[in-house]
């Protein structure tokens, strides 16, 4: 079954603004990952966020992670055009060995 | 240098065809995995290998048949292939189990049966 669902499915925004994006899962987990998937591309690694963590930062990203509420959030702050891409959240299920993707948020950023 | 390859990039096929796409990393990982990404982006693990050893195997068909040679290597062989198996497949590696740290993506394989 399906572990994250990422919200919004789709998000545009200007050059400059924040974007946020939400990821809700649904048992326990280990860590919380956050992918970028260009167009055409594979994935690459964001940031990760342990279950006993509720903030972490890096660059421009910012994550926060509600164990209590089983969701993450994902800010990118002064967006550029570069940044547009889908993102994924995924977990780990409190299992070892396996990732469970949610279906995305694809993020667009006009110039 | 590539850190984790896949060949090839793109591959056209009829039903009914065998196929094998091909992984490496060096990256000196001891996990690789397979997934498969379909039309809508969904993308779901397939099997995971640590040390040349299944550890998942995600109720796959059991006309995937993935191999691994040596830790720096992940093969997906697919038997009579059929419509449904169109889609990205994507190789990845990680250092230990996941609760250890991210994974390292491959480019993808798109792969289209007619």
């Known amino acids: 079954s399906q572990q994250g669902e990422e919200d919004p499915q789709a998000l545009s925004i200007q050059e400059g603004e924040n974007a946020t994006m939400n990821c809700s899962y649904k048992?326990?987990?280990?860590?919380l990952q956050w992918y970028r998937q260009n167009s055409g591309r594979g994935l690459v690694h964001l940031i990760l966020i342990r279950s006993n963590e509720r903030e972490k930062h890096s660059g421009r990203l910012r994550v926060t992670l509600d164990t209590s509420k089983k969701s993450s959030s994902l800010l990118i702050t002064a967006s550029r055009a570069a940044d547009t891409a889908s993102y994924f959240c995924a977990t780990d299920g409190g299992s070892n060995y396996k990732l469970t993707f949610g279906k995305g948020t694809l993020l667009t950023v006009n110039p | 240098d590539t850190a984790v390859s896949q060949t090839p990039k793109y591959l056209v096929t009829q039903m009914g065809n065998d196929k094998s796409i091909k992984c490496e990393q060096n990256?000196?990982?001891?996990?690789m995995y397979w997934y498969k990404q379909d039309s809508k982006k969904f993308l779901k693990i397939m099997f995971s290998?640590?040390?040349?050893?299944?550890?998942i195997n995600e109720t796959v068909p059991n006309r995937f048949s993935p191999k691994s040679p040596d830790k720096a290597h992940l093969n997906l062989h697919i038997n009579s292939l059929e419509l449904g198996d169109s889609a990205v497949y994507f190789c990845?590696?990680?250092?230990?189990?996941?609760?250890?740290?991210?994974?390292?993506f491959g480019p993808g394989t798109r792969l289209t049966v007619t």
């Open positions: 990256l000196g990982h001891d996990t």
């Open positions: 048992t326990s987990i280990n860590n």
């Open positions: 990845a590696s990680s250092q230990g189990a996941l609760a250890g740290g991210e994974q390292y």
């Open positions: 290998y640590n040390n040349k050893e299944l550890i």
